[in-house]
């Protein structure tokens, strides 16, 4: 195991090298300045001249790159040059918004899509197996926003039974955060759903055919129980990297999702800093979100290889 | 591939044959010919505004309703489809060039697999929706900042699908039956590897189209697409939210477009993967 983690770490830790590097290399990508990218044309050149110091444009390449690295390590995603504030307390600020939505809509394409997956599987080539997968695919096909807004339209404005938008914290009052909280994370995780109702049905499929469980049919086991207590622990261990998979698309997709619903986590943050092209912050939000799937990432796999000896000695 | 390769009429048996590529192809085919017949198609001028005709809800005369302009939706999006399935092929060809060359040569060559690899990794660790957004934004809106941003997004999976693939036929006997009559390494691996892991790749880019179609109409919907007048599937939804409750059709039905072509391309993705690259299948 302590080989397997200092293996799995060193690979984390050269990805989040490189993944830092390319969120640096990004301000080279604006074409001409970026100061005066961000300012508009009436700006004086004193004013440009000074942004671009501020930005530490006015350095030398290997100066800017030992002082982001520099900063980086020290937590610092330097200063948004719209909001005037460090991005980095912006995002933290915003982080248990945005995870907290994606956590929900992770939990229920969980729930739904192994649900789906196994009623799939269970009835392997027969019509509730074609109707799950057709739905699935019909899901992948779906776009997430419109999906939103479609939402909205049924859920908050024809039938009044859901908010249409706009964010309580939980501490603030539980209820109404789960109530403003259920369309956008219904929206985000339907798209999922589809994903893991395929993987799930195959990983399903596969234990079914296993011999343990034809031995536990032959027993005269309910098939219920065959099902959910011999067959589902196993058939979940694939469905757990679905989940490191799954949290990377989650989080890109929050970022969507909540422009739809006015959530303000970090999504709105970034979008708000394409607009005026604040670079500082579409750099920190980039590397931001990498950590975090980086981190869910070495998790899963950590999870995986407790439960599964095999990943670990392999 | 296992077994002998399909190829010519056995090939387009197994295809016609197969329902989800026949569905999948006819979608495809359909929404191809409406955009590229789009000019002549379109009952109104898709950028002329009528102000008598405003916010009207779909009719006779027109099918889809029209704008707050008074612009027809059903036109407009006949034309978005042209936009949207435009970038969807352009980032399909960029994204299957850069894809290949560093799966190839990652797979090939195994000094340069872990540098290229670890790169794809680490361009895998930002949510690929989020990373297309900012280098969008960063470039500046354009069509071809688009494509570029969808390419870079989209690459480093097609890289890894095409390095599997090349690392199984290298160990193959006839590369080392090349090798040993004095066949040079990039003329068999563009010339006799490549050739054969078309399978996959192909599977791979019919997703990648579906993939670029989605995320174009996130990213025109946060702002990040191509700037106006040209009329994305996604850029009419975003234009439409404000009249979300007075005038629903202008959000719907180009959301609908865009499920057909992408529900099209995923099963012709599937269809094509069940007779290419039977492995894959779940």
Known sequence: MGHFLIRRLAGAFLVLVLVSLMSFALIWLVPGDPAAAFLDASATPEQVAKLRSALGLDLSLPQQMFGWYGRILSGDLGQSILLNRSVTAALIERLPVTLSLAALALAFAVFFGVAAGIVAAVNHNRWPDQAVMTTALLGLSVPDFWLGLVMVLVFAVSLGWLPSGGFTPFMESPGQWLRGMVLPALTLGLVQVGFIARMARASMLDTLSQDYVRTADAKGLAKLHVVLRHALPNAMIPILTVIGIVSGALLGGAVIVEQVFSIPGIGRLIVGAIASRDFPVLQGGLLFLAVVYLAINLVVDILYAVVDPRVRLA | ?282
């Open chain 2, 1 to 282: 591939m296992q077994g002998t390769p399909l190829v010519g009429r056995a090939l387009w048996g197994r295809l016609l044959r197969n329902r989800s590529f026949v569905i999948g192809a006819v979608l495809v085919f359909v929404m191809v010919a409406v955009a590229l017949a789009a000019d002549w198609l379109t009952p109104f001028d898709p950028l002329k505004s009528n102000v008598r005709a405003r916010l009207a809800a779909p009719s006779a005369a027109h099918w889809f309703g029209t704008d707050h302009f008074g612009r027809d939706i059903l036109s407009r999006v006949m034309i978005g489809a042209r936009i949207s399935l435009a970038i969807g092929a352009f980032t399909v060809v960029l994204a299957g060039i850069a894809g290949t060359l560093c799966g190839a040569i990652a797979g090939y060559f195994y000094h340069l697999d872990q540098p290229i690899m670890r790169i794809m990794d680490a361009l895998m660790a930002f949510p690929s929706i989020v990373l297309a957004m900012v280098v969008s934004a960063v470039l500046g809106a354009s069509l071809t900042n688009v494509v570029i941003a969808l390419a870079i997004a989209t690459t480093p999976h097609t890289a890894r699908i095409v390095r599997a693939s090349v690392l199984i036929e290298k160990e193959q006997e006839y590369i080392a039956a090349a090798r040993s009559i004095g066949v040079g390494e990039w003329t068999i691996l563009f010339k006799h590897v490549l050739r054969n892991v078309a399978g996959p790749l192909i599977v791979r880019l019919t997703y990648v189209f579906a993939i670029a179609v989605l995320a174009e109409a996130a990213l025109s919907f946060v702002g990040a697409g191509p700037p106006p007048p040209a009329a994305s599937f996604g850029s009419i939804i975003a234009q439409g939210r404000d009249f979300m409750r007075e005038a629903p059709w202008i959000t719907v039905f180009p959301g609908l477009a865009i499920i057909a072509c992408v529900l099209g391309l995923n099963l012709l993705g599937d269809g094509l993967r069940d007779v290419l690259d039977p492995r894959l299948k779940f």
